[in-house]
């Protein structure tokens, strides 16, 4: 997988904020494993990686966790609350993993036949009525706290403490 | 503070065929925003085009300081051109 991580070439070492995105997501053990041998939940986090690295301003991700199991999701959602807290990158994720957005996001845009219908905080949002009508049918509960990520901004020891 | 993504009246879809339709969307540094819905709803439409991967048939999509409209899009296909 290192190789993938360098830029410009395989051939050149991992740049020092590399080795420090490598580090924030956990992948330095996978650092040297062959890419057949990775987790799909590992390949997803090192796809983020490769993002973060590029130092881009937004990240956009669709159905990031499609395919993970429990852990990798709840991996996943630390990952994506890290790169906007410690990497002030903006993201937008579309997802259905409803635990995941309510760990993880500021805000929730809820669309429903190509018209916004509702804006706001995970709180506001999962009370809407038109929400519930449109998609979420019974209220779904976030992860207890302890399992998840902080949704406080700014308070990365908080994320970082919960890898 | 200038947010780093703005959708404004965004109108996008397929061909002539819109699927979103009127999205105002502001993301700030910082910020982890989902979007939401059933499917069909229009969430991997509207991700594609502030993506630049798909052509905006109306509004105005603005990624960090570079934006595209309708009328850019069909002149120079580019998923992102400067104000």
């Not at chain 1, 998609?135 to 020891?157: C, D, K």
């Not at chain 2, 780093?4 to 910082?30: F, M, P, Q």
Request: glycine share 10%; aromatic share 2%; net charge negative.
């Amino acid at each position: 997988m290192r190789d993938l991580l360098k830029s410009p070439g395989p051939h050149e070492p991992l740049s020092p904020f590399a080795e420090s995105v490598v580090d924030d997501l956990g992948l330095r053990g996978a650092l040297d494993r062959r890419p057949n041998a990775l987790s799909l939940g590992t390949i997803k986090l090192a796809g983020i990686a490769r993002t973060i690295i590029a130092n881009p301003g937004v990240v956009l991700l669709d159905e990031p966790a499609a395919g993970l199991d429990e852990r990798e999701r709840r991996e996943l959602a630390r990952v994506i609350r890290q790169v906007a807290d410690r990497h002030g990158i903006a993201v937008v994720v579309v997802e259905h993993d409803m635990a995941l957005i309510l760990n993880t996001c500021d805000r929730i845009v809820v669309l429903d036949f190509g018209q916004k219908i509702a804006d706001g905080s995970p709180d506001i949002v999962q009370a809407d009525e038109r929400v519930i009508l449109a998609y979420l049918g019974e209220p779904i509960q976030a992860e207890p706290r302890a399992e998840s990520v902080t949704r406080r901004r700014g308070n990365q020891h908080d994320a970082a403490g919960e890898a | 503070m200038m947010p780093l993504v703005k959708l404004d009246g965004l109108v996008a879809g397929y061909g002539k065929v819109s699927i979103v339709r009127d999205v105002d969307l502001e993301v700030n540094k910082g910020e982890v925003v989902a979007l939401l819905g059933p499917n069909g709803a229009g969430k991997t439409t509207t991700i594609l085009t502030m993506a630049g991967e798909l052509t905006p048939l109306g509004g105005v999509v603005r990624c960090l300081d570079l934006e595209a409209t309708a009328s850019l899009h069909g002149a120079h296909r580019a998923g992102l051109r400067p104000r």
